[in-house]
């Protein structure tokens, strides 16, 4: 079992940055990808980016050259530094990690709330 806990969220004006981070603990050998997704209310949950053990990147275009995801693997921890922060950016972030015990399964984290105001 893995366990994802995050921080960082917050509340922040248009054009700020936030930094969040996500640990994972708990029974594993290894992680593979770990990401984060996020759901403004009333939409479905998607794709923010992820990010491999060997450090490949993926985004969606929205966020593309605002946020960055960044990894260390010695702390299993995955963070996401967000720029130019916007109002449609308001949603709730989850984490999410792809780790292996005796079989690869996804784990999701509690979620953080992040706020832009206009």
């Known amino acids: 079992q893995v366990q994802l806990v995050e921080s960082g969220g917050g509340l922040v004006q248009a054009g700020g940055s936030l930094r969040l981070s996500c640990a994972a603990s708990?029974?594993?050998?290894?992680?593979?990808?770990m990401g984060w997704y996020r759901q403004a209310l009333g939409k479905q949950r998607e794709l923010v980016a992820t990010?491999?053990?060997?450090?490949?990147?993926n985004s969606a275009d929205s966020v593309k050259g605002r946020f960055t995801i960044s990894r260390d693997n010695a702390k299993n921890t995955v963070y996401l530094q967000m720029n130019s922060l916007k109002p449609e950016d308001t949603a709730v972030y989850y984490c999410?990690?792809?780790?292996?015990?005796?079989?690869?399964?996804?784990?999701w984290g509690q979620g953080t709330q992040v706020t832009v105001s206009s």
């Open positions: 990010i491999t053990s060997g450090g490949s990147t």
């Open positions: 999410n990690a792809n780790a292996y015990w005796g079989s690869f399964s996804d784990y």
């Open positions: 708990g029974r594993f050998f290894r992680i593979n990808t």
